[in-house]
């Protein structure tokens, strides 16, 4: 169980998730409906879904929790402020004997664990009946914007490297770095050049550690992995619309995508 120390959980929020996980072996992970501690009323996470850009579709973020939130579905990751994992599912899944990558220290780090836990044959469920309480930035208000943002995309591009297959891997990653040189360019024009040099720096980090994450991508690749992306892509990919990264341009915020 992983529960982040800015949250307040309802009485019964963990007998859904264990019932899951012992209901059906090919779901190797769980995460709560996450409701905003401020704003309990307002969803802030349902699960989230890769894009084509590298970017995530976060489920439900900043909506009004309704009945249609009330459905079991599939997800890409669930998100770290509470989520949980069948023991053997978390052995079958170390990387140098590591749950969470140690090189993130923050940001994605969850992402890439689920990442790992499809490669290895299973699924990643959103369980409504479980719910919990988040105090959104109550950890990251103290980070400055550069730093935030330079783990952020640091860690992403770290672990597409490491878990997409190569002809994914291609398809995805070149679209991602091409929209970070336009992002880089916007926040230059914005004069945020702090966090534009954040975006550079992060790509920087990721050319000069290649060897290590190709040490890694082979472990994974060859000792994790148990199916081909194409058997769960279609159920973890998902196009929200251009209208969804252009949203997020006006205060762009990475972590929220």
């Given amino acids: 169980m992983f529960l982040n120390n800015d949250t307040n959980v309802s009485r019964d929020f963990l007998e859904p998730l264990v019932s899951m996980l012992k209901k059906d072996h090919s779901v190797g992970g769980v995460q709560s409906k ?23 579709y976060h489920g439900g973020v900043y909506q009004k929790d309704s009945a249609k939130f009330n459905k079991k579905k599939v997800i890409y990751s669930a998100k770290g402020a509470c989520m949980m994992f069948r023991r053997n599912v978390i052995e079958e899944t170390l990387l140098d004997g590591e749950v969470l990558d140690s090189k993130f220290f923050a940001y994605f780090e969850e992402t890439d664990l689920c990442h790992r836990v499809w490669l290895a044959g299973y699924r990643i469920m959103y369980v409504p009946e479980s719910v919990i309480y988040h105090k959104f930035g109550a950890t990251s208000i103290k980070l400055k914007k550069p730093f935030i943002e330079y783990h952020s995309y640091k860690n992403r591009i770290n672990s597409y490297i490491k878990n997409l297959s190569l002809l994914y891997l291609f398809e995805i990653l070149s679209v991602h770095i091409i929209i970070c040189q336009v992002l880089t ?58 209208k969804y990264f252009l949203s997020h341009l006006k205060g762009w915020n990475v972590t929220q995508i």
């Fill in 185 to 242: 360019l916007i926040f230059v024009l914005r004069g945020k050049t702090k966090v534009a040099l954040a975006i550079e720096k992060a790509i920087l980090w990721n050319v000069l550690n290649l060897p290590q994450t190709l040490k890694k991508r082979s472990i994974i690749q060859t000792k994790i992995r148990k199916v081909k992306d194409t058997a769960f892509f279609p159920e973890i990919v998902y196009d929200p619309g251009i």
């Fill in 34 to 56: 996450i409701l905003f501690m401020d704003s309990p009323a307002t969803l802030d996470s349902t699960g989230s879904y890769l894009t084509k850009t590298g970017f995530l």
